[in-house]
């Protein structure tokens, strides 16, 4: 069994691109989903304590972390969450989404195509590893991965996994197009087509403000002028 979840498309992608390279086995559970703030999104932790129970059942479990550049020590979280049942842990390197800080941008085009190719590259030898069952940790931590997992994380889940920093500006058409491709259907329209968010289940995804046609949705101040990611690579 594989679990996938991905907010903008990135881990979906890289899902999709494994299907016939891993070997369909009902004893291998495998999770493919984005790094956020150096962690587990919330909607993966969610995931996991309601079915831990079954992922342990699996005779081998590996997870393949998507990250723009660097995922700290996110491995050692999902293992900690999974009662140190994760026998191989991969990261791969996708074109950059998170816009909601200062100096966080999409990656320039040149940028976003390399890191694609390098994935592409990589998929089969990662997915080899797999059917041998091997156990094994490829991750790219980065430059001060404790302090970035371990200080900075906590921050970023208190502070900033927070929806109410969302709106809509003048050039939202009403297509509803958030609302439909919200993952924990946490968006909606009223009857005068005002967009809103329920403060509820915001797993800071991004897909609401990535997937915008008009680039209407934003978060604050902070996603001015900043780019998207619609994603096209069918390569």
Known sequence: MTYVFSGTGNSQWVANRLQ?????????????????????PKIVEEYIQNHLQDILKADYVYAIMTCGDDIGHADEVLSKQLEGRLDAVF????????????GFDVDKAEVAEAKVKETIQRLPTIAESINR????????????????????????NKFLINDKYFYTNRYCSHCKRCVRGC????????????????????????????????????FGKFTKKKGQKIHDFDR
């Open 20 to 40: 016939g390279l891993v070997d369909d086995d009902a004893k291998v559970y495998g999770m493919v989903f984005p790094v956020y703030a150096w962690g587990i």
């Open 91 to 102: 990261s791969v390197h996708m074109p950059n989404t998170y816009v909601c800080l200062p």
């Open 133 to 156: 069952r091997e156990r094994r940790t490829e991750v790219t931590r980065g430059k001060w991965a404790w302090l970035k997992t371990q200080v900075l994380r906590p921050l970023f």
């Open 183 to 218: 993952p924990l259907n946490n968006i909606t329209m009223d009857e005068d087509g005002k967009v809103g968010w329920k403060h509820e289940h915001c797993t800071m995804c991004l897909r609401c403000y990535h997937r915008c046609p008009n680039n209407a949705v934003q």
